[in-house]
């Protein structure tokens, strides 16, 4: 850790696989009474647009008595909200996912370093073959703790690691408890030597795997085989490799369990990634079928796919709920309010901040005002950009807020400077970054001249969602596994949520998981756009810029929560905290971290 001390010699590929995002600190339970002024309420419906309900229709910010539990999750009395519902029902929904150089004084000037440079970006081999995935599976085999509410108090810390060395428990286990228990025997099996035997014993799934279930022992079977098979392509052992991925592609199913379905897309990438190396497919041809689908281009327009992730798993909106709680609390004394947007896609972000300064009556809003930054090609960015701002203006007339909307569009974010943006000296401003700094990991000038340019402009409070994952190690076994306990958090919830042939699944699984997944595994160098790293690699990246990490409030740790129980599934859904930043997790993994940063 001394070493973030050291800001000249910070870099993402530097510091990802030497720090973890998980730590065993939990927010303090704390008393329901102390919560304030903000309820979440249901709303009747809204209206269709093309056929797709609303997506700002179920969550919305009211002032009232959080303490009231049941009045929030179930509210009697529609007749409150009727108006509010008639003035939106005519509008089309929002949905976000995701998702010049400046002169600084000397105390915060910055050396310019390469964040990820693709160059360089080779897999390399250790010379200890099990050590880093024996690490990386021992953390993910900790067991985790589940934040319930009980009788008095928010939340407090419960040890759900028994359900699975339980074996009277009926409980099915996890997609992620299946990986881990995996993971513990392919270490048993394939490791040797005195050190990686001492990891094994103090392991916490070094236990007998009787009571488990048919199918959960072929199913630990099948991912122990996957990570046998990775190990192999790992060290360039190819034909080996091949012989178990063909037994490994014969027992998974994009159709089947969600164990059976995360080793279908592994085991599909794998199988590209054999194929690369031995050049029986080629690097072009593999980004010409890579550039027929662009998850970053196609979340940035609404579809049926999208709104149902948005709609029934909650990741979305219990990271963005905290999120706007705490934007809302750092401007509670502006009357003019300017958040800048790093990523606006929809915007369903701020038909909730609306909703909520609405009935603000300590300090009436007087404007606020929305700046859109947008890049590459400029005339498709312009008409997707200018188009949420007309929804978001029909918005803001229907709850007569004022509001003010503008772009900021550069064809590279490297032009971007700071008089680009209309900033008066009596507005308060803010910045929303929501999955908009993992895009550019990979071309780290243009993640430096944004922050840069920020730096400047020196705002009140930045609000960062990000990704917890670690997918830029440079170790391809490493990351693989990473990935794998990522991804299989995803297929568990998808499970859990949604139906098995359900058409919205299959596409989420079919076309955006397997492109997540074949980034990670099948592909090197510049062509691995996916690059997301833990909080701890963006914590020290912005303590470069001057940038101090400030506590999430009770409050927003209380939004998350709240929201969280609006879904049937929400249950599974876990909260940690690392230092001051939020961990949005499922059943234990992390998935999203929220976290709040001033400039010192």
Aim: charged share 25%; hydrophobic share 35%; proline share 3%.
């Amino acid at each position: 850790m001394e070493n973030l001390c050291n800001f000249g010699e910070i870099s993402f590929s530097a510091i990802e696989d030497k720090l973890s995002s998980s730590n065993d600190t939990f927010w303090h339970t704390k008393k329901v009474t102390e919560m304030k002024n903000v309820q979440f309420s249901l709303a009747e419906d809204q209206g269709n647009y093309n056929g797709i309900g609303s997506l700002c229709s179920n969550f919305c910010f009211f002032q009232d008595d959080p303490s009231q539990e049941e009045e929030l999750l179930f509210p009697t009395n529609q007749q409150k909200f009727h108006h509010q519902q008639k003035s939106y029902q005519d509008h089309e929904p929002l949905d976000n996912l995701q998702f010049d150089m400046v002169q600084f004084d000397e105390q915060f000037e910055t050396k310019k370093l390469p964040l990820c440079d693709t160059k360089k970006d080779k897999q390399y081999f250790q010379n200890t073959p099990l050590a880093a995935p024996v690490e990386i599976l021992k953390n993910y085999g900790k067991g985790f703790k589940r934040l319930l509410p009980d009788e008095g108090k928010i939340l407090h810390p419960v040890n759900d690691f028994g359900l699975v060395t339980d074996n009277d428990n009926e409980r099915k286990l996890s997609t992620a408890d299946i990986m881990k228990i995996a993971g513990t025997k392919f270490i048993q099996s394939s490791s040797s030597s005195e050190s990686a035997s001492g990891l094994i014993l103090n392991h916490p799934f070094g236990f007998s795997f009787s009571g488990l279930s048919d199918e959960e022992k072929d199913d630990i079977s099948l991912a122990e085989s996957l990570l046998a098979c990775a190990e192999k392509v790992g060290y360039q052992q190819f034909e080996r490799a091949r012989k178990l991925l063909s037994q490994i592609e014969s027992l998974s199913s994009k159709t089947g369990n969600p164990v059976k379905r995360v080793v279908y897309y592994f085991a599909e990438a794998l199988r590209q990634r054999i194929d690369r190396e031995t050049g029986r497919v080629s690097i072009n041809n593999m980004q010409k079928k890579e550039s027929l689908f662009d998850p970053e281009v196609e979340t940035k327009d609404l579809t049926p796919t999208l709104v149902a992730f948005i709609e029934d798993l909650p990741f979305c909106k219990v990271s963005m709920f905290p999120c706007v709680q705490a934007l809302i609390e750092n401007v509670t004394d502006a009357k003019k309010i300017h958040v800048i947007d790093l990523a606006i896609r929809k915007g369903l972000q701020w038909t909730i901040l609306m909703q909520a300064l609405q009935s603000r009556s300590e300090c009436p809003l007087e404007l606020l005002k929305i700046t859109a930054i947008s890049s590459g090609n400029t005339d498709t960015s312009k008409l997707v950009v200018e188009d949420t701002g007309k929804r978001l203006k029909d918005f803001a007339q229907s709850l007569n807020i004022p509001f003010s909307f503008d772009t900021v569009i550069v064809s590279d974010l490297l032009h971007l400077r700071e008089d680009h943006f209309k900033i008066d000296s009596d507005e308060t401003v803010a910045v929303y970054s929501q999955f908009a700094l993992r895009c550019k990991i990979q071309q780290s000038d243009q993640l430096e001249t944004v922050m840069r340019v920020i730096r400047t402009i020196n705002p009140r409070v930045m609000v960062v969602a990000e990704i917890e994952a670690n997918h830029n190690s440079k170790s391809f076994v490493n990351r693989f596994i990473e990935a794998l306990f990522y991804f299989s958090a995803f297929f568990d919830c998808l499970e859990d949520c949604m139906k098995g042939d359900e058409k919205n699944r299959m596409i989420i699984e079919s076309m955006y998981f397997s492109h997540g997944i074949r980034n990670n595994v099948a592909e090197e160098g510049a062509e691995r756009k996916s690059r997301n790293v833990k909080i701890d690699v963006w914590r020290a990246f912005f303590t470069r810029f001057g940038m101090v990490e400030t506590e999430l409030s009770m409050m927003s740790l209380y939004q998350a929560e709240l929201v969280a129980k609006r879904f049937p599934c929400g249950s599974s859904c876990t909260f940690d905290m690392n230092g001051h930043c939020l961990i949005v997790g499922w059943k234990g993994t992390p998935i999203i971290s929220v976290s709040v940063w001033k400039f010192i």
